[in-house]
């Protein structure tokens, strides 16, 4: 499996940004899928983004106008860049590795065997 390292959460004004990071190590990057989830206490994981390894990407429709999706497989990292931000994006990002090949990026965590620890996000009001 892959090991997934995550960076760049933080506390942020309502309309400023955060750029999340993913390091992934142990396998060959571009085989895996990357996707992005947040998960609020006491509610379902939440697909957020997601980029293939041949830099497909997909945004959920709620988010897909704020976010910006990133991928360098020769340094091993994805990032997520998160604009305007809202208080309801205030929870916990996790990134989620796939292995995947083409351009397929799959929405539902099950399909994601490695994650990251998850990284806080908070924007205040």
């Known amino acids: 499996q892959v090991q997934l390292v995550e960076s760049g959460g933080g506390l942020v004004q309502a309309g400023g940004s955060l750029r999340l990071s993913c390091a992934a190590s142990?396998?060959?990057?571009?085989?895996?899928?990357v996707g992005w989830f947040r998960q609020a206490p006491g509610k379902e994981r939440e697909f957020v983004a997601g980029i293939s390894g041949t830099d497909s990407m997909h945004y959920a429709d709620s988010v897909k106008d704020r976010l910006i999706l990133s991928r360098d497989n020769a340094k091993n990292t994805a990032k997520l860049q998160m604009n305007n931000l809202k208080p309801e994006d205030s929870t916990v990002y996790y990134c989620?590795?796939?292995?995947?090949?083409?351009?397929?990026?799959?929405?539902?965590?099950?399909?994601?065997?490695?994650w990251g620890q998850g990284t806080q996000v908070t924007v205040s009001s």
């Open positions: 142990g396998r060959i990057f571009s085989n895996y899928a």
């Open positions: 989620a590795a796939s292995y995947s090949s083409g351009e397929y990026v799959a929405e539902f965590g099950g399909e994601y065997a490695s």
